[in-house]
């Protein structure tokens, strides 16, 4: 047999299966808003060490049905992104290094995971993120469907197939695109619209070079993690000072935005759209109000509209204790302006 019809089978196998394991079908009656609550990160008090709001994905979830926006059974529980899938990018010597407990402790910046067994981190971590990592690829096979889906967890921007850092162990955005080239063959025009306070080096790493992946990132230059072997991978790049504030910020977004789609027009879109830019964010040092936050993400959503093109959006960076709620108010902002489609 030709080496490329092995390919063919080898391909054909592995994309039907993964198909299965973490892309499937929703129903009618149900909207293409993931979440799980295995997402949340619950033990030994790490919730209130970390700096981070480690349950704003429940709150977001929880403030969400009780706007009546969605219920249990309209939103869409995702599957945990396991072994064979995260291969798709991740190399095995990667997943091998989250089996050391030290390495997790860098890559979550939780120091006293180092000295945890692995089994513990693997569950109590390492799955929570696995499972938003599953949410994230969803969602790229239910916007194509529905022309937007909303993944209220993922976005770990920071991480690349290779390496993690800043809170991020698994590159779910990589996952999420490489997904769809498999899936949907007519997709080569993907853009990467990251407005996380911090440059997302990991799917830059992940793209560089790669013309089928157009990366808008506007970022603090002053701030995490000044990555500039990544940078090369931007095509539209906007670097911001500390403490820059809504009308200036919501400018270069707008007109940034809509040149870079003049410029590619992509037939899908990835949305980072992290909240650490809110003011009083320890991390992010930019002055964005609430207001400012559900206006950019009214930006976003109507430039892909308007062009007709497929939206994910996963939340990201941000987790000061307002957070959930401004995401929350967003969604329902972008709901009740006709933006879901
Ligand atoms: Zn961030």
């Given at each position: 047999m030709s080496t490329e019809i092995v390919d063919f089978f080898f391909l054909s196998f592995f994309s039907a299966k993964f198909r299965m394991d973490v892309y499937f079908d929703i129903s009618s009656?149900?909207?293409p808003i993931i979440y799980s609550s295995n997402y949340n990160i619950r033990f030994m008090g790490l919730q209130k060490l970390h700096?981070?709001?480690?349950?704003k994905w429940e709150k977001v979830y929880n403030i969400l049905l009780g706007s009546g926006i969605i219920k249990r059974n309209t939103s869409v529980e995702p599957h945990e992104a396991k072994d064979e899938v995260l291969q798709v990018v991740h190399p095995t010597s990667y997943l091998n290094k989250l089996k050391w407990s030290a390495y997790v402790a860098r890559v979550t910046e939780v120091?006293?995971?180092?000295?945890?067994p692995n089994k513990l981190v693997q569950q109590r971590v390492l799955r929570p993120f696995r499972f938003h990592t599953g949410g994230t690829i969803l969602a790229g096979k239910l916007a194509m469907e529905r022309g937007w889906a909303l993944?209220?967890?993922?976005?770990?921007?920071?991480?690349?197939k290779e390496d993690g850092g800043g809170f991020c162990a698994y590159a779910d955005i990589t996952l999420c695109i490489k997904f769809l080239f498999m899936n949907y063959p007519s997709i080569e025009k993907v853009m990467i619209v990251d407005l996380d306070?911090?440059?997302?080096n990991g799917h830059e790493r992940d793209f560089?070079?790669?013309?089928?992946v157009y990366i808008m990132d506007v970022y603090?230059?002053?701030?995490?993690?000044?990555d500039e072997y990544a940078k090369?991978?931007?095509?539209k790049k906007v670097e911001l000072r500390h403490f820059t504030e809504d009308a200036e910020y919501l400018d270069r977004v707008s007109r940034n935005l809509t040149d870079a789609i003049a410029e590619y027009n992509p037939q899908f879109i990835v949305y980072?759209?992290?909240?650490?830019?809110?003011?009083?964010?320890p991390l992010g040092c930019l002055s964005i109000t609430a207001q400012g936050i559900i206006e950019r993400d009214e930006i976003v959503f109507r430039a892909a509209k308007e062009n007709g093109t497929p939206i994910v959006f996963v939340t990201s960076g941000g987790y000061q204790k307002c957070t959930a709620k401004i995401i929350a108010e967003s969604v329902i902002n972008l709901k009740n302006k006709g933006l879901f489609r």
């Amino acid at each position: 047999m030709s080496t490329e019809i092995v390919d063919f089978f080898f391909l054909s196998f592995f994309s039907a299966k993964f198909r299965m394991d973490v892309y499937f079908d929703i129903s009618s009656d149900q909207l293409p808003i993931i979440y799980s609550s295995n997402y949340n990160i619950r033990f030994m008090g790490l919730q209130k060490l970390h700096p981070f709001d480690s349950e704003k994905w429940e709150k977001v979830y929880n403030i969400l049905l009780g706007s009546g926006i969605i219920k249990r059974n309209t939103s869409v529980e995702p599957h945990e992104a396991k072994d064979e899938v995260l291969q798709v990018v991740h190399p095995t010597s990667y997943l091998n290094k989250l089996k050391w407990s030290a390495y997790v402790a860098r890559v979550t910046e939780v120091p006293f995971l180092f000295a945890l067994p692995n089994k513990l981190v693997q569950q109590r971590v390492l799955r929570p993120f696995r499972f938003h990592t599953g949410g994230t690829i969803l969602a790229g096979k239910l916007a194509m469907e529905r022309g937007w889906a909303l993944n209220i967890g993922g976005g770990f921007h920071h991480c690349s197939k290779e390496d993690g850092g800043g809170f991020c162990a698994y590159a779910d955005i990589t996952l999420c695109i490489k997904f769809l080239f498999m899936n949907y063959p007519s997709i080569e025009k993907v853009m990467i619209v990251d407005l996380d306070a911090h440059q997302g080096n990991g799917h830059e790493r992940d793209f560089l070079g790669e013309e089928k992946v157009y990366i808008m990132d506007v970022y603090n230059r002053g701030i995490y993690p000044h990555d500039e072997y990544a940078k090369a991978a931007i095509r539209k790049k906007v670097e911001l000072r500390h403490f820059t504030e809504d009308a200036e910020y919501l400018d270069r977004v707008s007109r940034n935005l809509t040149d870079a789609i003049a410029e590619y027009n992509p037939q899908f879109i990835v949305y980072n759209a992290g909240t650490d830019i809110l003011k009083g964010d320890p991390l992010g040092c930019l002055s964005i109000t609430a207001q400012g936050i559900i206006e950019r993400d009214e930006i976003v959503f109507r430039a892909a509209k308007e062009n007709g093109t497929p939206i994910v959006f996963v939340t990201s960076g941000g987790y000061q204790k307002c957070t959930a709620k401004i995401i929350a108010e967003s969604v329902i902002n972008l709901k009740n302006k006709g933006l879901f489609r």
